[in-house]
């Protein structure tokens, strides 16, 4: 057994939805800034940007791996190690469906927060939904700053021991944030990384200098939600 442990950061957005960093910008970035080994780009309803990153990959030593986060109706679903893209508004049960027919892995994201898929409430939903959808993991910790509560719950929730794997993610839509919240897995490659959820070995962690993050969050939050917004116009054709 592999007893080196990675880091992961399975959460990142790009200017191909909201985020405000271009993809070369992040290759650089955690090529120069952080010792992640493998990164997901998980922009909103698009692979573009997660294609885009995965054609520069060659050019550095850590891999990427080509994720969505998709908004189903009920809320976000990240689908990693996709080939095509997935739709937003469908259910949750034919978001998660598609992800599976693509053999790929299906993380939750931010379960409780109000764009999460089981709403700030929603603890009696998730105890259903941990029996009725197939999902490899869920995302415990979060780092945009104002979901602390929501991941505290999500923690406690896992807490419980329901065969799930627990992934960390930076959900960053800036550079700075890039690798605030990851995953500790088993190995380094990105199919160790796919192996270590299936062994629900991961960990979530977060680095260190969560505030000057939060600060920059708060100057950048009125461009995000613009970027939100023209988003969520680009979803409903
Ligand atoms: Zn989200
Ligand atoms: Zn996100």
Redesign the pocket.
Known sequence: MNEVWSKADLHIHSTHSDGTAKIPEIMEYVATKTDLAVIAITDHNTLEGARFAKSLEDLYDFEVVVGE?ISSKSG?IIGLFLEEEIPAGLSALETISRIHEQNGVVII??PFSN?GIFGPFGRTAFAQAVNEMAFHALEIYNSVPYLGWANRVAAKMFAGGQGIAATGGS?AHLLQGIGRGYTLFRGTSAEDLRASIDRLETRAEAARGGLNVALRYAFRIPRIRRLQAWNWERCKD
């Open positions: 986060e976000h994201p931010h764009r959900d």
